[in-house]
């Protein structure tokens, strides 16, 4: 536990001391740059997540389109059979 805690304390530490040096360096160009690419790659993302989103409703509309298109199906095929066995009678009315 006191290792995890130390390497934290000494992560913050060298992240601190990273962007003394960038501001100090460049100023605040590479934190700009950064907040920039940050949000062009959240517009990219919530663009292809929407994209997704959309396929995804589709294809949930398809499915829901198939179960009732297969449930039509097996009522059928149960009333048909329902029909045949009143008509023919099954071998257990015997």
Do not use: C, Y
Not at 1 to 29: D, E, P, R, V
């Amino acid at each position: 536990m006191f290792k995890l805690i130390k390497n934290l304390i000494g992560l913050a530490i060298l992240a601190a001391l990273i962007f003394l040096a960038l501001s100090l360096w460049q100023g605040g160009k590479p934190f700009r740059w950064f907040g920039t690419q940050s949000r062009e790659a959240g517009e990219v993302l919530k663009q292809k997540s929407e994209d997704l989103g959309q396929e995804a409703d589709k294809l949930k509309k398809k499915t829901d389109g198939m179960k009732d298109t297969t449930k039509k199906v097996s009522e059928g095929i149960k009333k048909t059979k329902d029909t045949i066995h009143d008509i023919a009678g099954s071998k257990n009315d015997r």
